[in-house]
């Protein structure tokens, strides 16, 4: 049984920074692509970070620059440092996994719809 869990998030203030951590289970995280992807309150759920087998990594434009996303495969966790926090950055965050290698991980964030597997989400408030 495939489990995702993250965890990291609360709240900060703007400029701050903050380090999600999804821990997996039943799942070896470097043997298929995962994302970080985010969801604000009325919001469709939006890709944020993703990293291939290879070690790929790609970024939204809205936080290029400011996150991070990389992997320990002997912890089997992975990480998504997040500097430079601003209030739009405020959502649930959530990790996720692919179950093929035929999910393109490789150009491109994946879109959700690509992905199996999925963690409970940790929430990111960023005000002042």
């Known amino acids: 049984q495939v489990q995702l869990v993250e965890s990291g998030g609360g709240s900060v203030q703007p400029g701050g920074s903050l380090r999600l951590s999804c821990a997996a289970s039943?799942?070896?995280?470097?043997?298929?692509?995962m994302g970080w992807f985010r969801q604000a309150p009325g919001k469709e759920r939006e890709g944020v970070a993703s990293?291939?087998?290879?070690?790929?990594?790609f970024y939204s434009g809205s936080v290029k620059g400011r996150f991070i996303i990389s992997r320990d495969k002997g912890k089997n966790t992975l990480y998504l440092r997040m500097n430079s926090l601003n209030p739009e950055d405020t959502a649930m965050y959530y990790c996720?996994?692919?179950?093929?290698?035929?999910?393109?991980?490789?150009?491109?964030?994946?879109?959700?719809?690509?992905?199996?597997?999925w963690g409970q989400g940790t929430q990111v408030t960023v005000s002042s």
């Open positions: 039943g799942y070896f995280i470097s043997n298929y692509c």
């Open positions: 990293i291939s087998t290879g070690g790929t990594t």
């Open positions: 996720a996994a692919a179950n093929s290698t035929y999910v393109d991980c490789t150009s491109r964030i994946p879109d959700p719809t690509d992905l199996a597997y």
